[in-house]
């Protein structure tokens, strides 16, 4: 479409003038937009109402899709806390003097511009926005019809406050919230750097099979934890439970419960506090009988073998039990989807072991998988979780959407 191209030009342009604001003028700008979110709280709130009335609150993603006061006051909170790291830009990563005295420099730069796909998750459109700018990087944002009229009142907030500071609008666009405008965005080479996609696995292998771009994968979090022989029981309920219940919709919610056979007995108490928030546990047959006379027999079903493997993102997960330590390795190996994953353990040499192995972005021993996020990491806000090996890997701040170009400082040297 003539129309979307003539916007991937704007923002490619509107990235190019970003060059020329200072860190001090960026964060003046993060925090009028953060001070705008809240006082603005009642239109975005009523905005998000009308796409909240066309989703079934049954629905998983009904939980990502709403916002509330607190929400917008949270994600206010992030952006201040964007405002305040250092600026990722212009960085030394690298200094050298040559032999014939050219001085080569590698330092962070900006992208430049970065497209965005996401679904039903109307805070992304300010966290992708804060960590753009204080990147110096345009963004071009795709999201889902589902929040559409929820992205559409955040966006003219955002334009509202560039247009009062003197800057490009087109430092952020958001797109139709059709089809056709993610294929042009797939597939507008020579405007858009990189893109990000931000929802199911699905939208995911979509957008990574059909992209024309580079794509850095913000997989599906399929998370384990696996209670060692030697686990404490009073460690492991309080992290099942908060790894599980905390906010079921997120990507770093807890799936599957590995048990070692040895501690079967401990079950019950492990999931006790599961019950409060009505979990549905698809337990394999050991589980199963321990928890048979021990749990809510409506809450309590037998595992299949699609129990395993599947982000739940819902108050549901899976119990595996195991006989040794390799072989909840195995079964993590087998389902993981590189996400997050946990060891709940007294024993040092298993929890070495344990961090060395499995292959994820986030590894933890004896802590909630639900500290997986960027502004629990430090890095004030997240533009997504990457469990991909390439460029970027965990939790994307700032530091993860800049790239470095080298510069090469000389005196008249010529090459033989």
């Not at 009335?53 to 917008?72: C, F, H, S, W």
């Not at 030697?230 to 906010?247: L, Q, S, V």
């Not at 770093?252 to 009505?278: F, G, T, W």
Request: aromatic content about 6%; glycine content about 6%; proline content about 3%.
């Amino acid at each position: 479409m003539k129309q979307l191209k003539e916007t991937f030009a704007a923002v490619q342009t509107a990235s190019r003038k970003l060059a020329l604001l200072t860190d001090e003028q960026i964060n003046q700008i993060l925090l009028t937009v953060a001070d705008a979110a809240v006082e603005q709280t009642p239109f975005i709130l009523a905005e998000n109402e009308k796409d909240l009335t066309r989703m079934e609150v049954t629905d998983p993603k009904y939980d990502r899709l709403k916002l509330t006061a607190q929400r917008i006051k949270n994600i206010a909170a992030d952006m201040r806390n964007v405002a305040a790291l250092p600026s990722p830009l212009g960085r030394i990563l690298k200094e050298t003097i040559r032999p014939n005295g050219i001085t080569i420099k590698k330092i962070s730069v900006p992208f430049g511009v970065i497209g965005i796909i996401y679904e039903a998750r109307p805070n992304v459109s300010f966290d992708v926005f804060s960590l753009c700018l204080k990147s110096g990087n345009a963004c071009v944002l795709k999201g889902g019809s589902d929040a559409d009229c929820s992205n559409r009142a955040i966006i003219s907030v955002i334009h509202s406050v560039l247009k009062a500071f003197g800057t490009d609008t087109h430092t952020v666009e958001l797109l139709p919230a059709d089809r056709e405008a993610t294929t042009e965005l797939l597939h507008a080479v020579g405007y858009v750097d990189l893109i990000i996609p931000r929802g199911s696995s699905s939208l995911i292998n979509f957008v990574r099979q059909n992209a024309s771009i580079p794509v850095i994968e913000t997989g599906a979090g399929i998370c384990h934890t696996y209670f060692d022989e030697d686990g404490d029981c009073t460690k492991g309920a309080a992290i099942i439970n908060n790894a599980k219940t905390r906010r079921v919709s997120v990507c770093n919610a807890l799936d599957c419960v590995i048990i070692h056979q040895k501690r079967l007995s401990d079950l019950p108490l492990l999931c006790e506090k599961l019950q409060e928030h009505n979990v549905i546990i698809y337990a394999d047959k050991e589980a199963y009988q321990t928890l048979q006379n021990n749990y809510p027999k409506e809450l309590l079903k037998q595992a299949t073998s699609e129990s395993f493997g599947t982000e739940f993102l819902s108050y549901a997960m899976a119990i595996k039990t195991v006989r040794t330590f390799e072989e909840a390795l195995e079964h993590i190996h087998a389902y993981s989807s590189k996400h997050s994953e946990c060891i709940v353990t007294e024993n040092k040499e298993h929890a070495n072991f344990f961090l060395k192995v499995v292959d994820a972005a986030c590894v933890y021993t004896n802590a909630s998988t639900a500290f997986t996020d960027g502004a629990q990491f430090g890095l004030g806000a997240e533009i997504g979780i990457s469990t991909q090996k390439l460029h970027a890997r965990g939790p994307m701040g700032l530091e993860e959407i800049t790239s470095y170009k080298w510069i090469i400082e000389g005196d008249g040297q010529i090459r033989q």
